[in-house]
């Protein structure tokens, strides 16, 4: 009782002339003061290289309510931060991303929290309205899949998370399939996780499991 809580519906269509379009509907309760409802709509455009690659653009606006229950317990009740009751305000980002693919490898990067919009929960004459921002993130990522076997197929990515305000992040993944039917996994996330994963393929269905 108490946990954070998320619920997410999503979806995602390819239009006629190498366009798509998505859309998401999301509610974030952190299990304590913070609440965070929001819309994010997006679409892309792909444009063909030549017969084997392809790069493709996207962007996504977004539509934030932030909730902060300030009826809490605190250790300094005259913090000019908190005034009791409910406080409510709506933010907008947007999200920008390019990725470069063909059916052997794909690399390219993200930036989410484009605007670095601010939540608006300042309730302090002090602050300055930067303060609770949305902080911009730089991600890069590639994969690449390796043909051993007729078989066998091994999968290497990686994945570089970047902030303004924090030390870069690495994640490493090695991904191994079998007739293109089984796979296990196993990552590295550093200062932080081992990823193992395993997972199989039947027709349209799929299943996985991923422990870290």
């Known amino acids: 009782e108490g946990a954070p ?13 190498r366009v798509g379009v998505g859309g998401l509907v999301y509610s974030d309760d ?25 790069v493709s653009f996207g962007l996504s606006l977004m539509a934030n309510q932030w909730s902060f229950d300030n009826n809490l317990d605190v250790w300094d ?23 470069v693919f063909s059916e052997a490898y794909a690399f390219g990067f993200a930036i989410p929290h484009l605007i670095q919009s601010s939540s608006g929960l300042e309730t302090s004459t002090l602050v300055s309205g930067r303060d609770n921002a949305q902080v911009r993130h730089f991600r890069f990522m590639g994969h690449y899949k390796y043909q051993v076997s007729r078989d066998v197929r091994l999968e290497p990515s990686a994945l570089v998370r970047v902030t303004e ?8 993944y090695l991904r191994g399939w079998y ?17 193992f994963g395993v997972g199989g393929v039947y027709g349209p269905f799929a299943l996985s499991y991923a422990y870290d």
């Not at 809580?5 to 002339?17: F, Q, R, V």
């Not at 305000?165 to 490493?172: G, H, K, M, N, V």
């Not at 990552?187 to 990823?195: S, V």
Request: aromatic share 6%; glycine share 10%.
């Open 165 to 172: 305000r924090t030390p870069a992040q690495l994640d490493l």
């Open 77 to 99: 009740v005259e913090d000019p931060a908190l005034q009791y009751g409910m406080e409510q305000s709506i933010s907008l980002d947007a999200h920008f991303g390019l990725m």
């Open 30 to 54: 952190t299990g304590g003061a913070i609440k965070r409802t929001g819309i994010e709509l997006g679409g892309s455009y792909t444009i063909d290289l030549n017969n084997y690659d392809a």
């Open 179 to 195: 007739a293109d039917m089984a796979w296990m996994s196993l990552g590295f996330r550093t200062n932080d996780a081992l990823i």
């Open 5 to 17: 809580e998320t619920m997410t519906l999503s979806g995602h269509t390819a239009l006629p002339n």
